[in-house]
């Protein structure tokens, strides 16, 4: 075989493997990436770009339902002085900025040191005096007790069952007597809507992932008996390829408040979202309130 025709061959074979690499189905949770999207310094700055935009529901939810959800956060639970709130993955203090103004005792914790920047800075100018810490809220400690513990805009499912347990279980150790836990996730009617797919874009989300030109692969999976979706980002640069994963557990109102009984906790009610509306079987997502026993 001529030297040229054998050199296509093993590029055509490289290039097959790697694209059954790129179109694999990985066991549920058996790969994390939590740290690509809010510690690189491209993407960082663009998911906080996100979160700062007040009109829409990436990041973040969009502001207009923030300060409502706000509002009947303090109002719900009662905040004021001497309140103790810690928000776990506050991002840059959307929501503890605005609960730091009802004269509670705010503590936001996450990993992303862009995030933790802006939030300080933003509480600086407000004169706010907030707590603030640049950490993994699984590893994060502290001798502190808290009244009310927020976990927004679904991170929740972003974690496998072992994770989620020492969550809640550090939910429960770090609340004081009779302290909430408020959080947020998707239901199997977000589940049901999402199809498995495989699409392919040069630049893929407009230039998201990096400065430079790249090749953006993504793999939709679902997993019908655990209920849980992947979306799976191959990313191509010349320099590098990368691989992203957005895990997404999916729940019923009785596995999440199975999962916060087994925790120790109480449940409290089962809502709509985080501003309060009355629960809808319909609707995409759920709220639970959970309750520390005294």
Same mark, same amino acid.
């Given at each position: 075989? &001529?030297?040229? !025709?054998?050199?296509?061959?093993?590029?055509?074979?490289?290039?097959?493997?790697?694209?059954?690499?790129?179109?694999?189905?990985? #066991?549920?949770?058996?790969?994390?990436?939590?740290?690509?999207?809010?510690?690189?310094?491209?993407?960082?700055?663009?998911?906080?770009?996100?979160?700062?935009?007040?009109?829409?529901?990436?990041?973040?939810?969009?502001?207009a339902f923030i300060d409502r959800s706000a509002d009947?956060?303090?109002?719900?639970?009662?905040?004021?002085?001497?309140?103790?709130?810690?928000?776990?993955?506050?991002?840059?203090?959307?929501?503890?900025?605005?609960?730091?103004?009802?004269? !509670?005792?705010?503590?936001?914790? *996450?990993?992303?040191?862009?995030?933790?920047?802006?939030?300080?800075?933003?509480?600086?100018?407000?004169?706010?005096?907030?707590?603030?810490?640049?950490? $993994?809220?699984?590893?994060? #400690?502290?001798?502190?007790?808290?009244?009310?513990?927020?976990?927004?805009?679904? *991170?929740?499912?972003?974690? $496998?069952?072992?994770?989620? @347990? @020492?969550?809640?279980?550090?939910?429960?150790?770090?609340?004081?007597?009779? =302290? &909430?836990?408020?959080?947020?996730?998707?239901?199997?009617?977000?589940?049901?809507?999402?199809?498995?797919?495989?699409?392919?874009?040069?630049?893929?989300?407009?230039?998201?992932?990096? !400065?430079?030109?790249?090749? =953006?692969? +993504?793999?939709?999976?679902?997993?019908?008996?655990?209920? +849980?979706?992947?979306?799976?980002?191959?990313?191509?640069?010349?320099?590098? @390829?990368?691989?992203?994963?957005?895990?997404?557990?999916?729940?019923?109102? #009785?596995?999440?408040?199975?999962?916060?009984?087994? !925790?120790?906790? @109480?449940?409290?009610?089962?809502?709509? *979202? +985080?501003?309060?509306? *009355?629960?809808?079987?319909a609707a995409d997502e759920l709220a639970i309130i959970?309750?520390?026993?005294?």
């Open positions: 075989m &001529a030297p040229i !025709a054998k050199a296509a061959i093993e590029k055509g074979t490289v290039m097959f493997e790697r694209l059954e690499e790129i179109n694999s189905r990985p #066991e549920p949770f058996s790969v994390y990436t939590s740290d690509a999207l809010w510690t690189d310094e491209h993407t960082s700055a663009r998911m906080l770009s996100y979160h700062l935009d007040p009109e829409v529901d990436l990041s973040s939810r969009n502001h009947w956060i303090a109002s719900r639970f009662g905040l004021g002085e001497g309140v103790h709130v810690a928000d776990f993955g506050c991002g840059p203090g959307l929501y503890t900025t605005r609960l730091a103004r009802t004269g !509670a005792q705010v503590t936001g914790i *996450d990993f992303s040191e862009r995030s933790i920047a802006h939030a300080r800075e933003t509480a600086r100018e407000a004169r706010l005096s907030i707590n603030y810490l640049v950490a $993994d809220y699984l590893e994060f #400690e502290t001798d502190a007790r808290f009244d009310l513990i927020l976990m927004i805009m679904c *991170d929740f499912c972003a974690l $496998d069952s072992s994770r989620r @347990t @020492t969550l809640l279980e550090k939910f429960h150790r770090l609340l004081a007597p009779g =302290g &909430a836990a408020l959080l947020d996730a998707y239901t199997l009617n977000a589940f049901a809507k999402r199809k498995e797919s495989a699409t392919y874009e040069k630049n893929q989300l407009s230039g998201f992932w990096s !400065a430079s030109p790249y090749y =953006g692969f +993504v793999n939709t999976f679902k997993y019908d008996a655990e209920k +849980v979706l992947l979306d799976k980002y191959t990313l191509v640069e010349e320099a590098r @390829t990368r691989t992203v994963y957005n895990w997404l557990q999916c729940f019923t109102p #009785e596995s999440l408040g199975s999962e916060m009984r087994q !925790a120790g906790f @109480t449940v409290e009610a089962i809502l709509a *979202d +985080v501003a309060g509306d *009355d629960y809808d079987p959970a309750r520390k026993l005294l």
